[in-house]
């Protein structure tokens, strides 16, 4: 049963990162466009509040579908976007072509998440997520410094169309060895998904990732600006510091999932402490070689810890309604990124890069003590 779980991984490289390959591409992209980078940024908004105000929604009208149909479908989709955004002539068809795609994204990821847990049980759910989640660790080892590599040599908008061509490619792929898998065992009904609402320790779940992603999203979305203006680095250097970055996920990647069937808050907690020290350092070690890989080894391994943290966590709270919780924290995690991004560039446009590793860590500070507080609630039953 390993071999599913394996092509959802690597449909989920690049699900994930078509997401986030912007990040690297910013820079590029709003020179291109004539815009500023913190208008350029708003694409990153733009795809992450869609995601957020649509995707709990879409995840528990098509969780009734078929699973293989519906993940060949989304990769399609992903095609089409991506290279729409290959050809993008002005900032709003590239918007519309970031549009496309979050409203796939998270149908995608949690009902893979779904998929994965009902294959090896849900006592091992971190595990088979982290499996799950190694595409995404994998879409930031290779996807987006790979693709800064690409823009850099080629252009961002051959970027796009790679990711075109691999989007159609695995979709071959789960065509032709994906089998068709049954819906759901203990389905619960589109109504009935929306009950765990009523929990007030759901709704500090999310609001706890909310939160999270807020802060990682505050400085990561302008990593590659950081990286060029304050350190002084071209593309070529940019792409390889994010592929170090990357890289180190896969750390973290492995250690999230180990520690978040253990307890998931007091995870949340741990790796929210070490990626504070790695934010704030960052910056005052720019020019140090030593101290900025660090820093931003620190930063990788929690960004990819919480990232699988956060999303075993809610499936773990509502075990009735697990790919519906698993689209609410995808949700809260957009929301997070959305207004991270458009935090750090406002916080650009009035004290300067300096300032973000310190708004980010205020977020994440938050965040920690929301997880202690949330310990003190008792988990019930809100879905019959």
Same mark, same amino acid.
């Given at each position: ?35 500023? %980078? ?78 994965? #847990?009902?294959?090896? @049980? ?39 169309? %790679? ?62 600006? %950081? ?10 250097? #940019?792409?390889?510091?994010?592929? @170090? ?101 406002? #916080?650009?446009?009035?004290? @300067? ?12 500070? #938050? ?18």
């Amino acid at each position: 049963m390993l071999l599913p779980i394996l092509l959802l991984s690597a449909a989920g490289f690049t699900v994930l990162t078509t997401e986030f390959v912007i990040v690297g591409l910013l820079p590029a992209i709003a020179r291109d466009l004539e815009v500023s %980078i913190p208008q350029a940024g708003l694409l990153v908004t733009l795809f992450a509040f869609t995601v957020a105000a649509f995707g709990p929604f879409l995840t528990a009208y098509f969780a009734r579908f078929e699973r293989r149909k519906l993940f060949i479908s989304v990769l399609i989709m992903f095609g089409l976007a991506n290279t729409l955004a290959a050809f993008a002539p002005n900032i709003w068809v590239m918007a519309i072509a970031r549009l496309i795609p979050a409203l796939g994204l998270p149908v995608f990821w949690a009902l893979a998440s779904e998929t994965a #847990v009902d294959i090896v @049980g849900p006592d091992f759910a971190g595990r088979a997520i982290s499996k799950i989640g190694f595409g995404i660790v994998c879409a930031t080892v290779f996807g987006i410094p790979v693709g800064t590599l690409i823009s850099d040599a080629f252009g961002w908008r051959s970027a796009f169309g %790679i990711l075109a061509v691999i989007a159609f490619a695995k979709a071959l792929l789960l065509f032709i060895y994906l089998p068709s898998t049954n819906l759901h065992q203990h389905q619960v009904s589109f109504r009935s998904q929306f009950k765990i609402l009523r929990s007030p320790l759901m709704i500090g779940h999310v609001l706890l990732s909310i939160l999270v992603f807020s802060g990682m999203f505050t400085a990561y979305t302008y990593l590659a600006d %950081i990286l060029e203006r304050l350190a002084g680095f071209n593309g070529t250097v #940019v792409g390889w510091c994010l592929m @170090g970055f990357g890289a180190v996920g896969l750390i973290g990647n492995s250690l999230g999932g180990r520690a978040v069937d253990r307890h998931p808050l007091i995870a949340s907690v741990t790796f929210c402490a070490f990626m504070i020290a790695g934010m704030v350092a960052l910056v005052p070690n720019i020019h140090s070689p030593l101290g900025l890989a660090a820093a931003m080894g620190i930063w990788g391994v929690t960004q990819a810890a919480l990232f699988l943290v956060s999303h075993v966590r809610l499936m773990k709270a509502a075990p009735e309604a697990p790919a519906f919780a698993a689209s609410l924290n995808i949700a809260g995690a957009n929301l997070g990124i959305g207004l991270g991004a458009m935090v750090g560039g406002r #916080v650009i446009d009035s004290v @300067g890069l300096q300032g973000l590793g310190f708004a980010a860590a205020a977020f994440i500070l #938050v965040s920690i003590l929301l997880a202690m507080a949330l310990m003190t609630f008792k988990p019930r039953e809100v879905c019959a």
